[in-house]
Structures are given as structure tokens and as C-alpha cells.
């Protein structure tokens, strides 16, 4: 990361970097180091630090190894210092891990990350997202 990205470059690398599995060593150089996370989920319930979040989406593509996003919008909230992604998560449970053996099942999942800057990095993220719907999709629930 250079210092002239802006904020809606460093939410952009960052979206891109946790959403492939790039755990938090692809995620780190666009967050501040104490990053917070949250989510109104069962499945994310314990999940406190953006640092934990990044690991766990990593976590996730050994279970789903075809996971990959599909970005629906993007949005800066400059007087804010928001910067909002909208996508669809897409996955089948087709590998190893996961709550039950490989279920076959697929998810499409919407989703949004609301990430709130300062200092040119990111301090919190919230996660809005359905994981009743997602879970019951692959058969985990």
C-alpha cells in the first residue's frame, strides 16, 4: 500500500485481499492493527476483531474451494469515512471442514461490508449479512 491510495482504493484492496483468502497477512497493510469487526449473525457471534474475520473467510474457502464474490457496488462516504461493498458470495460445499461431511450444496449470499476509515486505514467493519439463509443453503443448518 502506498500512502496516496485513497480511501476508496484501500477498501477496494482490502475487499479484494479478504475475500480471496488472503487472511489478515493479505489484510493487514490496510487496517489499523486493533481493527474492530462486527456482525448481527449466529456464525460470526465471537468474532470481535477484523484481524479474526479475515481468518475466518480464509477458513471458509477450505470447505467452499469454488467461494468467490460477485461485486455488486461500491460506494465512498468521504465526509463519513465510509466506504460501502455490496456483493453476492457465491460457494459449494464441496471440500473437507465445514459443521457436516461435503453437502454438494451451494449459496449465493448478499452481503454488504460498511468500512469506517481513519488515519487512511481501516478501524471497524461491519458485516450485514443473512447467515440463516446461507447456512441452511449448504445443508449446515
Not at 12 to 21: L, N, V
Not at 65 to 93: C, I, S
Not at 105 to 125: L, P, Q, S, W
Request: glycine share 10%; aromatic share 12%; net charge negative.
Amino acid at each position: 500500500m502506498t500512502l496516496q491510495m485513497t480511501m476508496t482504493e484501500t477498501a477496494r484492496a482490502f475487499f479484494e485481499a479478504c475475500e480471496t483468502g488472503g487472511g489478515w497477512a493479505a489484510c493487514a497493510p490496510f487496517c489499523s492493527p486493533e481493527a474492530s469487526f462486527s456482525c448481527q449473525s449466529r456464525a460470526l457471534a465471537d468474532t470481535h476483531t477484523l484481524e479474526a474475520y479475515a481468518e475466518w473467510m480464509k477458513g471458509l474457502l477450505v470447505p467452499l474451494p469454488d467461494g468467490r464474490y460477485e461485486l455488486k457496488g461500491f460506494a465512498a462516504d468521504a465526509d463519513r469515512d465510509v466506504v460501502l461493498a455490496f456483493a453476492v458470495f457465491h460457494g459449494t460445499h464441496t471440500g473437507e471442514g465445514g459443521p457436516v461431511p461435503p453437502t454438494g450444496r451451494a449459496a449465493a449470499a448478499d452481503y454488504v461490508y460498511a468500512m469506517e476509515f481513519a488515519g487512511g486505514k481501516i478501524t471497524h467493519m461491519t458485516k450485514i449479512w443473512n447467515d440463516a439463509e446461507s447456512l441452511a443453503a449448504l445443508g449446515w443448518a
